[in-house]
């Protein structure tokens, strides 16, 4: 059993039978009017299993395209946590702001475009909440990927290929979109990524430090970037430069 469950066996029974397990679901957002309103609907309207509570925090990254409007008026109506960045930073610098307003024991992270699918919460935190898992990744290609990209595609695997080899693990999709995280490993390793990063660096801390990578399959419907898909091919060597990086530092 991971390090982390040895402590508790679940979210559920830390909490108490009585008391709600918070998932907080982080949503960066970068100019996504195509999109934003319809993202934040599924989540909202999302189901978790039996016992959970759900925390919705948004972290608007400078969009200048009439997103903050609409992110403004679900704050108003108490539907999200609200934190509006003066400038674009970044997908990572806004992960981590979004995790100091997080107050969930379970943190999950949801992209603000249509490529993923709410609908599939409780199938990627259920692991944790059985204390089967203390880091969850929902695997596109072991689910039904639908239109990525053909250099898209190569990327992933090339760079799921390095992860594995660079740090002895088995998994089949290190830059998934969705990523469910116990609240103390992410209190354990310091983050420090700005853009794309996030996956490399986070997985590369998180294998370090011993923490198994637990998959579950999850459906994807990709898009290009003609449809809004901001991550570029330059991104591709920023992550094997981080991948490098923290396997041989520290």
Known sequence: ?????????SACSRTGPHSP???SIIIPVYNEIRYISEVLK??????LPVGCEKE????????????TAVLRKLRDEKLVRLHES???SGKGTALRIGLRLATGQIILVQDADLEYDPKEYSRLVQPTLEGKADVVYGSRFRGTPEHMQLPNLVANKILTWLANILYGVRTTDVYTGYKVFRREVLDRIHLECKRFEFCS???????????AI???????????????????WYDGFEAIYTLLRYRFSG
């Open 1 to 9: 059993m991971p390090e982390l469950m040895q402590q508790e066996a």
């Open 21 to 23: 397990v918070r998932i």
């Open 42 to 47: 599924r989540v909202i309207e999302a189901p």
């Open 56 to 67: 919705i925090v948004v972290i608007d990254d400078g969009s200048t395209d009439g997103t």
């Open 86 to 88: 003066l400038r674009n």
């Open 201 to 211: 660096e986070v997985t590369a801390k998180v294998c370090k430090a011993g923490i």
């Open 214 to 232: 637990f998959e579950v399959p999850i459906t994807y419907r990709g898009r290009s970037a003609r449809e809004g898909k901001k991550i570029r």
